[in-house]
């Protein structure tokens, strides 16, 4: 069965880090940009960071730039979300997708998106 599967999600409080990790298995990721994604409660799903096939390009929403960091192994078939300096803000369930159309860049848009996992929520809160 070809899926994604994320894990890491949790409660945190305010200041915190998470690591979220999002692990394929069916399919090898070497051939995919992989992104995440998230959506809060009553808002829109929005992109939060990309990374190519092979790492060599990444691309963050403003929101994270300085605090989250995405980076994969392939050898593992995992792409990982490194989380730091949490905020409430941040709250929402978090989506991996894997992209083979731009696999050479960091874009990650979503209709492009092969491979949806189904999300892991993490929630900020003191």
């Known amino acids: 069965q070809l899926q994604l599967v994320e894990s890491g999600g949790g409660l945190v409080q305010p200041g915190g880090s998470l690591r979220l990790s999002c692990a394929a298995s069916?399919?090898?990721?070497?051939?995919?940009?992989v992104g995440w994604f998230r959506q809060a409660p009553g808002k829109e799903r929005e992109g939060v960071s990309c990374?190519?096939?092979?790492?060599?390009?990444?691309n963050y929403a403003d929101s994270v730039k300085g605090r989250f960091t995405i980076s994969r192994d392939n050898a593992k078939n995992t792409v990982y979300l490194q989380m730091n300096s949490l905020k409430p803000e941040d709250t929402a369930v978090y989506y991996c997708?894997?992209?083979?159309?731009?696999?050479?860049?960091?874009?990650?848009?979503?209709?492009?998106?092969?491979?949806w996992g189904k999300g892991t929520l993490v929630t900020v809160s003191s």
């Open positions: 069916g399919f090898s990721l070497d051939y995919y940009a």
């Open positions: 997708a894997a992209d083979r159309t731009y696999s050479g860049q960091a874009m990650c848009v979503p209709i492009t998106m092969d491979y």
């Open positions: 990374i190519s096939a092979r790492g060599g390009s990444t």
